[in-house]
Each structure stands twice: as C-alpha cells, then as structure tokens.
C-alpha cells in the first residue's frame, strides 16, 4: 500500500493510502479522486465488499483491482461488477 503510494506521487499522483477499506470508506465520497486502487485480498474487509459499498453510495469512480489471482472467481465477479482493470 504505502509503496504504490510513492510509486504514484512521484510519477506525479495525487495518491492517499488507507488502512483499511473501511478507513477509505469513512473518509472518502462519492466524487472524491479520479481512480481507485484497490487490493481484492484485504484484511477485514476485500475489495470485493469495499467496491460493492462504494458502489452503493452512488459512486462511479473508476476502479482497478490489484489481484494475484485474476482468474478466480472473485476477480470475474468484481469484473462483471464494472470494475476497469484488474492488475
């Protein structure tokens, strides 16, 4: 998390990183950034849920998905769920 965030200031991003999706949840809104980056395995809540709840406050910011496991079934269905990319 805090490695991609570097990574995205220093090509220019303007990057936050939270600790948890219901860190980022709490803190952010609808319209809040022009992307999410999110990792599919988290502890506490995945990012299967925190698309899901962020979707369901009205949000329609694209979102990638960090995955090791791209051809799971969790990631095809974040990928019907209108996610951008999975990486």
């Known amino acids: 998390r805090v490695g991609i965030g570097r990574l995205l200031r220093f090509a220019g ?3 936050r990183e939270y600790p948890s999706g219901a860190a980022f ?3 952010c809104a609808p319209g809040d950034g022009a ?3 999110v990792d599919a395995q988290m502890p506490g809540m995945d990012g299967d849920e925190v698309v899901r ?3 369901a406050l ?3 910011t694209p979102v990638i998905v960090v995955t090791a496991y791209p051809d799971s079934a969790p990631a095809r269905r974040l990928v ?3 996610v951008f990319a999975l990486m």
């Open 25 to 27: 949840l709490a803190a």
């Open 53 to 55: 709840r962020w979707r």
């Open 58 to 60: 009205g949000a329609r």
């Open 35 to 37: 992307c999410l980056l």
């Open 13 to 15: 991003f303007d990057a």
């Open 80 to 82: 019907d769920d209108g």
